[in-house]
């Protein structure tokens, strides 16, 4: 009997090694781990290089839906990302009545489905080196694929490379990249 008891225990623990090595298989992000249990803003907190995007969602009262169902794809730009914007541009923008325009910036990071990075590039393929991607802003971005890394080109030609891809959420997919995003003003 002492024998049968300890079999189902030794499972269950084979089945939880299992389970936490799939979790494992998720790349680290601004040095937090990402879960695919977690939604899209409960692993955006943890990472250390996203302080400046969690503040915006914040301000921009997005918590709730990208705590949501999804499911989403987030181009998450890093902090060093918002740097790169002219001298007073984040300040401005996470002021409460700029809440409508950075809204528009942030929902032009935003895509209304699961879109992992091996399907993108065969979009990209498929569409002859250039695929529109159009956000839940309404921004069209034009990705591309070169050298092994994916580009997006927004509306004011900026460009920016997906630094790390694939970081399965609960309600989605987040790509890191290096540069904001921007809609047409």
């Known amino acids: ?31 937090g781990e990402m879960l695919e249990t977690k939604n899209i803003v409960e692993n955006a907190v943890n990472s250390k ?7 915006a969602v914040q301000a921009a ?41 950075l809204t528009k910036v942030l929902t032009c990071h935003v895509v209304a489905a699961d879109v ?11 569409d002859g080196g250039e695929h529109d991607v159009t956000t839940v802003g309404g921004c069209v971005l034009k990705a591309k694929a070169a050298d092994g890394k994916v580009t997006l080109t927004d509306e004011m030609d900026g460009v920016s490379t997906v630094t790390i891809a694939d970081v399965k959420q609960s309600n989605g997919v987040i790509h ?7 809609p047409k003003m």
């Open 1 to 31: 009997m002492f024998k049968t008891a300890l079999r189902p225990l030794a499972f269950s623990a084979a089945i939880l090694a299992g389970a936490a090595a799939a979790y494992a298989a998720n790349p680290m992000v601004g040095g």
């Open 49 to 55: 290089d996203h302080t400046t995007l969690v503040a």
């Open 116 to 126: 992992m990075a091996e399907a993108l590039v065969k979009m990209i393929s498929d």
């Open 176 to 182: 890191v990249v290096d540069a904001v995003i921007l």
């Open 61 to 101: 009262g997005l918590v709730e839906t990208l705590s949501g169902a999804g499911p989403f794809t987030v181009f998450a730009p890093t902090n060093d990302a918002f740097a790169k914007l002219p001298a007073g541009t984040v300040d401005t923008l996470l002021k409460p009545e700029n809440k409508e325009q």
